[in-house]
């Protein structure tokens, strides 16, 4: 079943704005991942945060996690044309598969 | 970083043909591959979980005579789709992860499977 859930299922942005992206899970997990694809491709890992943590960044990424509130949230700062993709959340859990939400769909417009 | 090549990156088969992708990691073991597929526009769905050296676990909903997965090696899963039919046209993903929980899992660069 599915697990993360991402909201808004799409957003569109000016470039040099920056972009927020929300999901929500269901059960307990130890980590919590954000992936890009873009178009008819696979996915690239952007960054993982664990369970006991609060906040990661990676360069003009940030992700935060409320585990109290089982929510995570994905900003992108001064987006680009680029940054144009779908962006999925995705849980796991010990020794299981990841869970993947269904996505938001980012566009970021010159 | 982890690479997970997957072949072909399209293909395009008559109905009733079989049709094998290969999901390989190329620069570590992966005891466990997963395979999901996505449809346009929505996010992707896990098919099955391919052990090396065992069968593969499918999830509820997945037939398994239909998508017949072997994991012969450490680096490699292959996903056959038997006697394709229109409806199994999606975009078909691979992953394998290392051990440790806490990595990232790495995807393979996807299947466009179009049975016509």
């Known amino acids: 079943s599915q697990q993360g859930e991402e909201d808004p299922q799409a957003l569109s942005i000016q470039e040099g704005e920056n972009a927020t992206m929300n999901c929500s899970y269901k059960?307990?997990?130890?980590?919590l991942q954000w992936y890009r694809q873009n178009s008819g491709r696979g996915l690239v890992h952007l960054i993982l945060?664990?369970?006991?943590?609060r906040e990661k960044h990676s360069g003009r990424l940030r992700v935060t996690l409320d585990t109290s509130k089982k929510s995570s949230s994905l900003l992108i700062t001064a987006s680009r044309a680029a940054d144009t993709a779908s962006y999925f959340c995705?849980?796991?859990?010990?020794?299981?598969?990841?869970?993947f939400g269904p996505g938001t769909r980012l566009s970021v417009l010159p | 970083g982890a690479v997970v090549s997957q072949h072909p990156s399209w293909v395009i088969c008559k109905s009733g043909t079989s049709v094998k992708i290969e999901c390989r990691s190329l620069?570590?073991?992966?005891?466990?591959m997963f395979w999901y597929r996505q449809f346009p526009k929505q996010s992707l769905m896990l098919m099955a979980t391919?052990?090396?050296?065992?069968?593969?676990?499918?999830e509820q909903g997945v037939e398994k005579d239909k998508f017949l997965i072997n994991h012969a090696s450490l680096t490699l899963s292959t996903l056959t789709v038997t006697s394709a039919h229109p409806e199994d046209s999606s975009f078909y993903i691979c992953?394998?992860?290392?051990?440790?929980?806490?990595?990232?899992?790495?995807f393979g660069q996807g299947t466009r499977l179009t049975v016509v």
């Open positions: 059960t307990s997990i130890n980590n």
């Open positions: 620069d570590f073991q992966a005891t466990t």
């Open positions: 391919s052990n090396e050296g065992s069968k593969a676990t499918y």
């Open positions: 992953s394998a992860s290392r051990t440790d929980p806490n990595t990232e899992a790495f």
């Open positions: 945060i664990r369970s006991n943590e």
């Open positions: 995705a849980t796991a859990n010990y020794g299981q598969n990841f869970v």
